[in-house]
């Protein structure tokens, strides 16, 4: 019985070090190039209410209470408190699909990079942070804690958590997150990032009520492969939901049809999900992960001063 919690510990341990790497280029884009962006980026109007006051002229008119307002006779509106921490609930939708990769890195490794980067954000920042693991081999759920030393452990066990199987591919469950847990996970006006491959479906029943309780967001990372087939030659590649050897023809206006279809089903999926703009990020597996959070967080904070 001691080897599997041997292995499970190492394995925490040779993540602990590579998110320390992560950590220090975290803070060094904190302290230099985000400041202040982070924190007014996710908080959006994620505040607490505190009472209704009598409205003037420079406040936001999205604050109106119009039932007092109407009631009263003249404009009240909404004062709210804003909370002192963030908390944010990474969830974590690991499929076999994940495992593609046409470079030097698979879509996962990506995407645990990209799941250790905001964690290592929320660490800096000294917010609350916490994750949920969901696989066709069930779900592993930490609640958001607060502290340098408990996030990086929570990071550690996301990133180590094991890939699904390929060769158990056939039993996929359509639907492994266990989205009514995630209601309670945490406090109401929470950051919630799902993070995924987001393959053309219809919207997880209770999303709605999760939108409404959360503020979501949808992190993708794409293969290059996956935006364009290269055009001028024909490559042999593993696919991992398939479980074979498929040949892409990149010179096949066929196949480049119904790759482009393909493609677009997925982003309308994507966007119906995440309708607001802001609130998708999608990264290629060849591109710079810290560059593209530092980009979503000023996209988000410039709108934010222009609203």
Request: aromatic share 8%; net charge positive.
């Amino acid at each position: 019985m001691s080897a599997p919690v041997q292995t499970a510990a190492s394995l925490v341990t040779s993540q602990l070090a590579l998110l320390r790497q992560l950590e220090w280029r975290v803070r060094h884009a904190v302290e230099n190039v985000l400041s202040g962006e982070y924190r007014s980026a996710f908080r959006g109007r994620g505040m607490e209410f505190d009472q209704v006051v009598k409205y003037t002229f420079g406040d936001d008119i999205r604050d109106i209470d119009w039932n007092v307002t109407a009631r009263l006779g003249e404009p009240y509106r909404k004062k709210f408190i804003e909370e002192r921490e963030v908390s944010l609930l990474l969830v974590f939708e690991d499929s076999v699909s994940l495992q593609f990769g046409s470079g030097a890195q698979s879509k996962r490794e990506a995407l645990m990079e990209l799941a250790g980067l905001v964690m290592m954000l929320g660490a800096v920042n000294r917010d609350r942070v916490g994750f949920l693991h969901a696989s066709e081999n069930g779900y592993v759920l930490k609640e958001p804690v607060r502290g340098r030393g408990q996030i990086l452990h929570a990071a550690a066990t996301l990133l180590g958590q094991p890939a699904p199987s390929i060769e158990n591919r056939g039993s996929k469950i359509e639907n492994p997150i266990p989205w009514r847990l995630l209601a309670k996970a945490a406090p109401r006006h929470s950051i919630m990032i799902w993070l995924g491959d987001f393959p053309p479906r219809l919207e997880p029943e209770g999303w709605s009520v999760l939108s409404r309780r959360y503020q979501t967001m949808g992190f993708r990372v794409d293969d290059p492969w996956e935006r364009e087939l290269p055009r001028d030659r024909v490559l042999t590649t593993y696919d991992p939901v398939a479980g074979r050897l498929v040949t892409l023809n990149g010179t096949s206006t066929v196949q480049r049809e119904a790759h482009a279809a393909w493609g677009q089903q997925r982003e309308d999926a994507f966007r119906a999900i995440f309708p607001n703009q802001l609130s998708r990020l999608v990264v290629r597996t060849d591109e710079e992960r810290l560059d593209a959070l530092v980009r979503f967080f000023h996209a988000r904070m410039f709108a934010g001063r222009h609203r």
